[in-house]
């Protein structure tokens, strides 16, 4: 007589997790987020319909966790090709280019991560994630353009202010928005003519 161990049937994946996640950003990226399902995913890896549950309890938290893998593969991208040297000017350039070649790579991940119906915007993982990337903008974004203010109103307006321009940039870029010839020649340094003679720190 078998044990229940015995008729157990063993997952395929050594990470159903992983599994799962990775099947989602298929599914989210060949057909959307209204075809993708804990089902539909549970079926790409060959796991019972039940068998996400003991990960993700529903859609929302496994959209949530999509959305933080985006923030922290934006976070790479945002750093890449970065030494430890480098000056604001250099790690300024790396992350406004790094963000809008990561939105241009993946652009259904990345209107997810912006998508505050779809995600828990108080999960911790989604929030750690998120940080990673503001440290990353609150760095660039230091002695960048002339605000009124003290010292923390300065802050945050420049924040603002960078963070406004990158984002809308590269959704106006993914929606194939920019149609001149002269347009799309430019990349985002070139519309901020200050990255260009900034000495850095």
């Known amino acids: 007589?078998?044990?229940?161990?015995?008729?157990?049937?063993?997952y395929h994946h050594g990470n159903l997790?992983?599994?799962?996640?990775?099947?989602a950003r298929r599914l989210l990226e060949t057909e959307g987020h209204s075809a993708?399902?804990?089902?539909?995913?549970?079926?790409?890896?060959?796991?019972?319909?039940?068998?996400?549950?003991?990960?993700?309890?529903?859609k929302t938290a496994l959209l949530t966790a999509l959305a933080a893998q985006g923030y922290a593969e934006m976070e790479a991208y945002m750093r890449r090709n970065l030494s430890d040297a480098a000056n604001r000017k250099t790690r300024r350039e790396a992350a406004l280019l790094?963000?809008?070649?990561?939105?241009?790579?993946?652009?259904?991940?990345?209107?997810?991560m912006f998508a505050r119906e779809r995600v828990s915007s108080i999960d911790p993982d989604l929030?750690?994630?998120?940080?990673?990337?503001?440290?990353?903008?609150?760095?660039?974004?230091?002695?960048?353009?002339?605000?009124?203010?003290?010292p923390a109103k300065v802050d945050a307006k420049q924040q603002m202010f960078l963070w406004s321009l990158v984002h809308g940039y590269a959704q106006l870029l993914t929606a194939n928005r920019f149609k001149k010839d002269d347009m799309?020649?430019?990349?985002?340094?070139?519309?901020?003519?200050?990255?260009?003679?900034?000495s850095g720190h």
């Not at 007589?1 to 063993?10: C, F, V």
Request: glycine share 6%; net charge neutral.
């Open 1 to 10: 007589m078998k044990t229940k161990t015995q008729d157990a049937k063993p």
């Open 17 to 23: 997790r992983d599994a799962l996640l990775a099947a």
């Open 36 to 58: 993708l399902s804990l089902r539909k995913c549970a079926a790409a890896v060959g796991v019972s319909a039940t068998a996400p549950q003991n990960h993700f309890a529903n």
């Open 98 to 112: 790094g963000y809008v070649a990561f939105a241009q790579d993946h652009p259904a991940l990345y209107e997810l």
């Open 127 to 150: 929030l750690r994630s998120v940080g990673k990337c503001f440290v990353i903008l609150a760095d660039i974004a230091k002695d960048f353009g002339h605000f009124a203010g003290g």
């Open 184 to 198: 799309l020649e430019a990349s985002i340094l070139d519309i901020i003519p200050e990255l260009r003679t900034d």
